[in-house]
């Protein structure tokens, strides 16, 4: 009985990963395709029986009918990277003291502030563009990489925020207490103490924050127009009256590259398991 529920469970994931893993290895294929091994489709199979074409990677970098992604890609690193360092920083800071430290404003307590920040992100985009469209053109930095910088901070420090409060709030405070009784101050005490603890809960942050940063069209669009493009809004310009799927699939794979070597660089860093035998 123990055999067929392993064998159960090893089927079970098997399938799994053969259904997140499919779509990629169809994109990858597709990419390599012309229009006719598109259109016209294989006898017998889809994705290996064609024959194989740089034309879709090539109108990545223009090529005939295509776009040169090189500077938008050099764009939304520079803004989803700034932002997200800038937002963790931040957030951080702050879900230490609201984890650590009793605020007061009227009704509001620790718990409301959370849930401040929180609802930030629950509010549909649309609602903060006029807003912030306003602002950046006060401040002269309409279709620029620090205007949207700055948009990018203010949409993901709530992520921040409300990951490391989580985190900070399963950190022992008898750590802090005895950090204190060594003489440290609590500056120190979150430097060189709390953070390394919480550091499982950084990497998941940083990782919410770039994956947020890098796939956000909304305000790429909006808040740009000719000087400064980002990869999702320049990718759009690959669509004509025919779907180009050989351009679009190859975009797709160069879009998503970072974020899965990403993910598998800090896939280590995820357990939670840091703290044990933490408190003495």
Known sequence: MRTFYLALKYLAVLLWSAFV???????????????????????????????????GWRSLFGG?????????????AIVTLSGSAIALVLGTLAAYGLSRFTFKAGPLRNADITFFFISQRIMPPIVLAIPFFLMLRFLGLLDTLPGLILIYVAMLMPIAVWVMVDFFNSVPRGLDEMAWMDGCTPVTTFLRVILPNALPGLVVAAMFCLIFGWNDFFFAFTMTFTEVQLLPVSLVALN?????????????IVSVAPLAVLAFVVERFLSRGGLAGAVR
């Open 240 to 252: 004509s009256s025919v779907t180009p799927w050989w351009s679009l699939s190859a975009a797709a």
């Open 64 to 76: 005939v009918g295509g776009i040169n992604i090189l500077k938008p890609y050099a764009n939304s």
């Open 21 to 55: 893993i499919f779509p990629f290895l169809w994109m990858i294929s597709t990419s390599f395709k012309t229009a006719n091994a598109v259109t016209a489709g294989a006898k017998w199979l889809p994705w290996l029986q064609f024959e194989p074409s740089l034309a």
